[in-house]
């Protein structure tokens, strides 16, 4: 199906279906369509996704931080006037949301993570020295998912678009940075608000030692792997990903 991106105030966002709100917190590279296949099965099920734009590369660099980014989500949440919310991440989206939920746990009443940041970075704005060679960040873009196949021209053409803009690039490398700096190893283990981790078994950029890390730490969290999947496995496996988070809502009641 086809969104029309809403614009209200200084928010841009996408939004299908009525019921309990879902939010959607897209990557550091992620375009909002990623989540197609999420909006497509879930704005049928009783549920209102909203996927905002997260204002990655329009705050001021002083402000391209995580926290930033989570008091942002926050005044968009009192914006549309939410109370109890489900937010879903992948990547640094997921950094965001358990961010967010550390900062306001009262507005959280679910978490979903994929391939999150937050514990583990190493991969994270690293590795662009030859950013202008095509090819070279072809390759980093297949290395996202399991099957290369995944990485369309048009997305390896957004990456390069991406890194090869002088603003954008030293918003991504501060967010790499802060992404570091907001290590929540210590803030996991106080947050008890229902999580549901999905992982790609091969994910390379955030390993499936991550996802256990955060099952560990995390004081009520449920662990579920996606074979033969890389980094973004509501892409990848779109329908195993929505089967999963589907049941795992059902069984919390949610």
Not at 15 to 23: M, R, S
Not at 109 to 119: D, F, N, V, Y
Not at 151 to 179: C, G, M, P, Q
Request: glycine share 8%.
């Amino acid at each position: 199906m086809m969104y029309r991106l809403k614009k209200e105030k200084e928010y841009n966002y996408l939004e299908a279906g009525e019921g309990t709100p879902i939010i959607v917190l897209h990557g550091l590279m992620g375009g909002l369509s990623n989540f197609n296949a999420v909006s497509d099965f879930f704005s049928t099920k009783s549920y209102k996704i909203i996927i905002p734009e997260l204002p990655i590369y329009t705050m001021s660099l002083l402000k391209t931080n995580v926290k930033s980014f989570a008091k942002y989500l926050h005044d968009f949440i009192e914006f549309k006037g939410f109370n109890d919310v489900i937010l879903l991440g992948n990547s640094l989206g997921g950094h965001i949301g358990l961010y967010h939920t550390k900062l306001y746990p009262e507005k959280v009443k679910a978490l979903i993570i994929t391939g999150s940041s937050g514990l583990y970075e190493s991969a994270m704005g690293g590795g662009y020295t030859k950013r202008s060679d095509y090819e070279v960040i072809k390759k980093k873009a297949q290395e996202v998912f399991y099957d290369p196949e995944v990485a369309t021209k048009e997305i390896v053409d957004e990456v390069y678009e991406t890194v090869n803009d002088r603003n954008k690039l030293i918003k991504t490398l501060a967010i790499a940075k802060s992404a570091i700096r907001h290590n929540m190893a210590k803030d996991l283990p106080n947050m008890n608000t229902p999580t549901c981790i999905i992982w790609g078994k091969n994910d390379n950029v955030t390993p499936p030692e991550v996802a256990e890390e955060f099952n560990e730490l995390l004081p009520d969290s449920d662990l579920y792997w996606i074979d033969k999947c890389g980094h973004a496995a509501m892409m990848e496996h779109p329908d195993e990903f929505n089967e999963v988070m589907h049941e795992w809502l059902n069984k919390r009641g949610f």
